[in-house]
């Protein structure tokens, strides 16, 4: 595995490149072609910029995750995306990167009220398919200067350059969390339990539903978070919106540990199959999950989000009948696992890829 | 500031560039009369004009595939016009182009509690965005001063952002999905009503590309639960690195504020004697408004108050009900209309960090004196975003050009601190020549090859965002 020191080095090894090149953060994930020589970023680490009193971080991509977390906990301040572990579920080893999560565009429960990764990656420095060192974004919260290709960076899974150095917003931890339950709902209503407490304004940070809860009963989460005086109001609000049967947890244990759970989807770790992550309409989740015939399932994001263990090979998306993307991200078969798009977004993305990466050597194949 | 010459073979072809548009639109959407056409010789940047050979005012996003497909085929440029609010000049015409307007186009197609977004035609203005679901208790949150005019389409292309975007972010953290239309007359869905649209985020590179990439005609736009309550305090200093400290302490502290504004002397002056909001005389004001029930405002305000009481300063003055939070934002609110009854004034709107804000507006001073030229400065303190008002007098000869050069000079200084050019207005054809200050010719170039993918023969909006020289040899190939 090649390993430069420097984004210099990087651009070298990606100007100099004969064959493909595969992108390793901490390799922890699962899907996607194993060709091609491996450069690690592992070398492009360590923590440029810290401003808490500007919210802003400059960190290098291959700094882990671990340790931007352990920054910012210092402060008192978090990634608000709440990016999640996935080793349980994809069963790797490893530390993911802080480069990985941006490339995935990878963000956890709170992403329904905080936004997505890409929402907090302010600028970002990268490496593209001809080995050209590249800028865009910066480190400041507001900025329209130029086109926003921070954006198309995230979730581009290191197909359109390899990212050297990343600038996040980040924001106060929450002092103080509680948890609204409630027990023994059908999918369907905890859909419209978690869409009433969305649209209360109580900034609910977290809503989701596991039809086989730890305990093997439907659980439905909702979560709030703030100052101790506001959680305590907001979660008592938010049990009166849920109806008969709502009980608060406010043990911050319980509470950290059941919200680690939904984000690490705890609820489909272990057991044969394919794992999924479907993004629809949280409307539409009760359709889609009675149609997709899953051997289990849990829905984040107040229905937004449903991740699915299907028996291997299964062509999900053929089941799927309403708007929206699934990703296979864990298991292999026929299926791709890159949702395909629809003509006229396909032209553009080939184009996009076609400009960034001419040779096609940046984990080709990925996102096809 | 040049503009590309026009091309006379465009110009000497108006008949039949005029007769194929009619062909596809009804004749009231053509606009070619040379009187009328002035109507759309400029945009909020109004030291630039220029009538455009046309302009057209599709219905639907038919009528805007079936104009661009004309355009394309005649080779003619095109620029895509809202409300003509941009202050960058986003949608300044050129002689030999067609303004597409999408003014016509600003009807609600569908709101969804349940699933809070809400889907419109682009033409629709942000504040009857909200005035569509505000009653049922929702608001779309970007919220530009200029929300009253502004359409969507512009906000999209501009990525714009208001006062409160420190909680709820810009333009593109609450756009969900675009139907836009290509150059070349093709049809493109993006995203829609749930989160994260799959494979590469078009979204987010077409949200913020100043009309270039596509028309965008619909929009799928993130709707949220209005809060409770909001109220403000004031607090007065004596310096403005007092000021600044307060704010890094309070964000520090972990208060997630909805908006923190920050005046300067100059502009609080100016204020007071256009709006008489009773604000008290000092060197630096700060205004931080929280939301939330009434105890939480309650606990937030006096948390933040404890935090400015370390910062020694002048006084403070908190908002108890409505009434006296409106008194605190009247100054705040009067502030561009305060400056334009003074004089011409040019605002810019670069952003910096947060940190770097009094030795910013140490230089800003330093400069205005070298200049000759007054500024008062007012910010969004917690995101960095800078706007100050240079004074100017435009009946004066080379008062504008001199006004240009030191606006030039402190956005340059934006720059050279880590922060950027523009923060929400845009590049569009004011601050154009300035990429390369911000930019090396590989980060220009990337972005170049974006416009490349989605409009090869570069005749959207063609000579914006980039540096003439930059884009030349595109726009002529
Ligand atoms: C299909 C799929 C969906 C996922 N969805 C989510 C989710 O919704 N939420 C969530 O929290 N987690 C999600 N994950 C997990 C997510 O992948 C990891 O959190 C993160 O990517 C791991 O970081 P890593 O450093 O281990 O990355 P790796 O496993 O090393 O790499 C992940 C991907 O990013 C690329 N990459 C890594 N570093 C760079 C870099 N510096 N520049 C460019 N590209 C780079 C790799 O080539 C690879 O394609 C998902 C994983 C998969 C496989
Ligand atoms: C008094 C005042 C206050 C302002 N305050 C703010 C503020 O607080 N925050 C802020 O961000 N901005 C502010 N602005 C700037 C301006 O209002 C915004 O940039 C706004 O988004 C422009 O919208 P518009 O509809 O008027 O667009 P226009 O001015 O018509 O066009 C702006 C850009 O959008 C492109 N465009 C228009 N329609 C389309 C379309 N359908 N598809 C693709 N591209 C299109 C144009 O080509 C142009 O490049 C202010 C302006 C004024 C005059």
Redesign the pocket.
């Known amino acids: 595995m090649m390993r430069p020191g420097t984004e210099a080095e990087l651009a070298e090894i990606v100007r100099d490149a004969t064959g493909p090149l ?11 072609p194993t060709g091609g020589e491996a450069v690690s ?1 592992a070398g ?1 680490s360590g923590v440029r910029l810290y401003e808490p009193g500007a919210l802003t971080l400059v960190v290098g ?2 700094t882990s ?1 671990g340790e931007v977390e352990t920054v910012l906990a210092g402060e008192g301040q978090a990634l608000a995306f ?5 080793r349980g579920l ?1 069963a ?1 080893t ?15 429960p709170r992403r329904i009220q905080a936004g997505a990764a890409r929402d907090f990656a302010l600028g970002v420095r ?1 490496v593209d398919g001809a080995g050209e060192i590249i800028k865009n974004g910066g480190r400041v919260m507001k900025n329209v200067t130029g086109y926003d290709l921070v954006k198309l ?1 995230c979730g ?4 359109l ?4 150095e990343i600038s996040l917003k980040v924001l106060p931890a929450p002092k103080s969390r509680a948890c609204v339950l409630v027990y023994g709902l059908s999918v369907g209503d905890a859909v419209e339990v978690m869409s009433r407490a969305l649209g209360s304004p109580y900034e609910v940070t977290g809503a989701a539903h596991a039809p086989v809860g730890v305990d093997g009963h439907p659980v439905t989460m909702l979560r709030v978070e703030g100052f101790e005086a506001q959680v305590a109001y907001r979660a008592a609000e938010i049990a009166k919106l849920a109806g008969d049967g709502a009980v608060i947890e406010s043990d911050p244990d319980k509470v950290a540990a059941g919200w680690a759970w939904v ?1 690490d989807v705890g609820a489909l770790q272990g057991g044969a199959g394919d794992i999924w ?1 479907i993004s629809v309409k949280p409307s539409d989740a009760a359709t889609v999950v009675e149609a997709i015939g899953a051997e289990a399932v849990m829905l984040d994001w107040g229905g937004g ?1 449903i991740w699915a263990r299907m028996a291997e090979g299964t062509d999900l998306r053929a089941r799927m009948h309403v708007p929206g993307h699934a ?4 298991g292999g078969g026929d299926v791709p ?2 949702h395909p798009q629809n003509a006229g977004v396909a032209k553009i993305e080939a184009g996009l890829r076609a400009r960034f990466d001419p040779r096609g050597i940046l ?1 080709p194949g ?1 996102m096809a | 500031m040049e503009m590309p010459k026009p091309d006379d073979m465009i110009l000497n072809r108006k008949d039949a560039i005029v007769a194929a548009l009619q062909e596809v639109l009804p004749s009231d959407a053509v606009i070619h009369d040379a009187f009328e056409t002035k109507a759309y010789e400029c945009d909020g940047l109004t030291a630039y004009r220029c009538p455009p050979l046309a302009a057209v005012l599709p219905a639907s996003t038919e009528e805007v595939a079936a104009v661009l497909k004309v355009c394309h085929r005649m080779g003619v440029p095109v620029v895509p016009r809202g409300s003509g609010t941009s202050l960058a000049g986003g949608a300044l015409p050129t002689e030999d182009s067609v303004i597409l307007g999408v003014a016509r186009m600003n009807d609600v197609i569908e709101t969804n509690y349940a699933d809070r977004y809400i889907r419109v035609q682009t033409g629709r203005t942000n504040l009857s965005v909200t005035g569509a679901v505000e009653e049922d208790g929702f608001f779309y949150a970007p919220d530009p001063s200029s929300q009253l005019a502004c359409a969507i389409a512009g906000n999209i292309a501009m990525n714009s952002g208001g006062a409160h975007c420190l909680k709820y972010g810009v333009t593109t953290n609450n756009l969900m999905g675009v139907t836009m239309v290509t150059m070349d007359g093709e049809v493109i869905e993006i995203g829609r009503a749930h989160l994260d649209a799959g494979g590469l985020d078009l979204l987010g590179v077409i949200c913020g590309s100043e009309g270039q990439l596509g028309v965008v005609t619909e929009a799928t736009l993130r709707i949220l639960p209005k809060p409770e309550g909001a109220r403000p305090v004031l607090m007065a200093f004596n310096s403005n690195e007092v000021a600044g400290e307060c704010v890094s302490d309070i964000i520090k502290s972990g208060i997630l504020p909805v908006a923190i504004e920050f005046m300067d002397r100059p502009c609080i002056e100016a204020c007071e004697a256009f709006a008489k909001a009773g604000y008290p005389m000092c060197e630096a004001l700060l205004i931080v408004e929280v939301e939330g029930s009434e105890m939480e405002i309650d606990a937030q305000l006096a948390q933040i108050m404890d935090i400015a009481a370390r910062n020694d300063p002048v006084e403070m003055r908190e908002a108890k009900d409505a009434d006296e939070a409106g008194r605190i934002w009247l100054g705040r609110k009067s502030a561009f209309g305060a400056m334009g009854q003074i004089n011409d004034y040019m605002c810019l709107d670069g952003t910096i960090p947060v940190s770097a804000l009094p030795e910013v507006l140490r230089r800003i001073k330093q400069m205005s004196a070298e200049y000759g030229l007054d500024v008062a400065n007012v910010f969004h303190a917690g995101d960095g975003n800078m706007h100050p008002l240079i004074l100017f007098d435009a009946n004066k000869p080379g008062d504008l050009e001199l006004c240009e050069a030191f606006g030039a000079d402190i956005l340059r200084l934006c720059v050279e601190v880590g922060g950027c050019l523009t923060g929400e207005h845009g590049v569009g054809v004011e601050k154009r020549d300035l990429m390369s200050d911000q930019f090396d010719p590989a980060d220009l170039e990337a972005q170049m090859r974006v416009k490349d993918v989605f409009d090869p023969a570069w005749l959207l909006n063609p000579a914006k965002v980039f540096p003439l020289a930059a884009s030349r040899d595109r726009r002529h190939a």
């Open positions: 595969r992108i390793v953060g901490g390799g922890t994930r699962s899907v996607g970023t492009l991509a291959g995750l709440e990016p999640s572990d996935m994809l790797t490893g530390d993911s990167t802080i480069g990985g999560v941006i490339a995935a565009n990878a963000s956890g990268f960076m581009s899974w290191g197909t350059g390899v990212l050297t984000r992550r989000l990703t296979r991200v864990r696992a890159f984990n990925l």
